[in-house]
């Protein structure tokens, strides 16, 4: 009685493990879904472009061109192995004419887009992307987005962020056509500083995080945004997020990588906009 028993104790134990080892074969661990944030708007205030710098994980700091503190910001950004963005103000629909450095406006020549972006670069070290700063006018415009994309290519090895201040924006298509690794910012964090924004924000951006494996936020550098990010980016890998730079996303997604024609671009935006 008791062999029997301890047979069928055997066998089951057998089976278990048996089967155990099958799902886990067969079901690898998912991979965590990822969140990437950026902070924008780094170069005017010495204090507060210190503390987005020394924020925990590898948040990426978009520095403004020629804005008084830039270099010294995006050193220390690189030294805490940070991505470093330039973070180039493009015309909005709200600015007749942008008198903020390096801004690229709308009746610039080809020469002189050239030369401001050359300026612009050249002002923020250790940048291994180029994000836009307003732009509500200029993204929409092809010709001045596909120049934008040249200079990008011209410099290799950049990113596009496509900060997305208008709907209408074709920046990420474009980057995407030109052959240069892009992404859509999907959340802004902090547009009205209140601490309800920044929590209903944050829960958006975890949510497309889950449902699409990973999701692109902003932020500023308000203190309120800084003390929230502080305080809850050390918890997302206990709920279950991964928190990644841009470029290390960019270098492993293959659908995020460039595509070269038409068709498979509008592909590729349409599963950024989704
Ligand atoms: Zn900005």
């Known amino acids: 009685m008791s062999g029997t028993f301890g047979r069928t104790v055997t066998a089951v ?10 799902t886990s074969m067969a079901a690898p661990a998912a991979q965590a879904p990822r969140i990437a944030i950026i902070i924008d708007d780094l170069g005017y205030h ?3 472009g210190r503390r987005a710098v020394n924020l925990p994980g590898p948040v990426a700091c978009a520095v403004l061109p020629e804005s008084p503190r830039a270099a010294l910001l995006a050193k220390a950004a690189f030294a805490h192995g940070k991505d470093v963005l330039l973070h180039l103000p493009l ?4 600015q007749a004419d942008s008198t903020e450095p390096g801004a690229i406006v709308l009746d610039m020549t080809r020469g002189e887009f050239a030369h401001s972006f050359a300026r612009s670069i050249a002002s ?15 993204t929409q415009h092809p010709g ?38 892009a992404v ?23 949510k497309l995080s ?21 305080r809850e980016l050390p918890k997302l890998a206990e709920q279950g997020f991964q928190l990644v730079g841009l ?4 270098a492993q997604h293959a659908d995020l990588r460039p595509v070269r024609n038409r068709a498979a671009g509008v592909e590729a935006l349409h599963f950024a906009s989704e």
Do not use: C
């Open 184 to 206: 859509r910012r999907d959340v802004f964090l902090d547009s009205d500083r209140s601490p309800e924004t920044l929590e209903r924000e944050f829960e958006r951006l975890k």
């Open 91 to 94: 015309q909005s629909m709200s």
């Open 210 to 230: 889950r449902q699409r494996g990973m999701a692109v936020g902003i932020g500023h550098p308000y203190p309120a945004t800084l003390e929230f990010l502080e």
């Open 124 to 138: 923020v070290p250790h940048a291994v992307g180029v994000s836009n700063h307003q732009g509500s006018l200029l």
């Open 144 to 181: 001045h987005m596909g120049w934008l994309m040249q200079e990008i290519d011209a410099k290799g090895n950049l990113f596009f962020v496509d900060s997305y201040t208008t709907h209408r924006s074709i920046a990420l298509n474009l980057a995407r056509e030109s052959g240069i690794p």
């Open 13 to 22: 134990t057998l089976l278990a493990a048996v089967l155990l080892l099958w």
């Open 247 to 250: 470029r290390e996303y960019l």
């Open 46 to 48: 010495l204090a507060a």
